[in-house]
């Protein structure tokens, strides 16, 4: 992997300090810590129920009850509404896709179209079109007019993500992305994640396949009921196999 883009003072984009979460009274997280850099990918690892998701719902502020320190291109939004926090350039692709089965595939597009930002040093960051996204997508741009809820499940999950990139995200929260789909699905959105860091934009992805994780990822963290077992770069997760077999396989 090439080596991640770091802001000039080496600040990370992203920065979670002592994340805590609660689903009712069940706490979920523990004290979690990590850290995403500009231009890296990042994979947060673990078996289902670690708290992986959690983790990126806490980080939009789609909790209601979470606590710790969460600082994003040196912006407190450790209160923020999840509509302040995409407002900031960090965008979401949760697992479930929730996108509107009514809606064209243009019209989801422009529901998550935001206006195009610029870094703190007056650099121009990553801006998408759809036709931008048609280059990335091939498949969404076959069909153009098609309701969402006429499309495959794959489909859909490529359509998620490019109603995100509408956004112009510096960074991208991604839920699962190789979950439920067919192995050619899982191909191209791994070609899309190389790509994606590849134009400037930040992933930090929640995943359980780790030869997915290995090929497009930089670090990793894994995690355990809710707690970091593991953060290092991913070539060290790839060799550990006490860290592997203790906490990634089934």
Known sequence: MSAPI?????????????????YGAAQILFEVDLQVHRGEVVA??????????????????????????LTFMGRDISGSEPHQVASHGLGFVPEDRRIFTDLTVLENLEVGRQAPRRWPDGGEAPAW?????????????????????????????????????????????????????????????????????????????????????????????????GQIRFAGPMAELAVNEEIRRGYLSV
């Open 44 to 69: 947060l690892m673990g078996r289902n129920g670690a708290g992986k998701s959690t983790t990126l719902c806490a980080i939009m502020g789609l909790l209601d009850k979470r606590r710790g320190t």
């Open 129 to 225: 079109t759809p036709q931008r996204l048609f280059g990335l997508f091939p498949n969404l741009g076959e069909m153009p007019d098609r309701p969402g809820g006429l499309m495959s499940g794959g489909e859909q999950q490529m359509l998620t993500v490019a109603r995100t990139l509408m956004g112009n995200p510096f960074l991208v929260l991604l839920d699962e992305p190789s979950e439920g789909v067919a192995p050619v699905i899982v191909e191209q959105m791994a070609h899309m994640i190389l790509e994606l860091k590849a134009q400037g934009v930040s992933i930090l992805l929640s995943e359980q396949n780790m030869h997915f994780a290995e090929l497009v990822s930089d670090r990793a963290y894994v995690l355990e009921k």
């Open 6 to 22: 770091h802001a000039a003072d080496g600040a990370p984009l992203l920065d979670v300090r002592g994340l805590c979460a609660w």
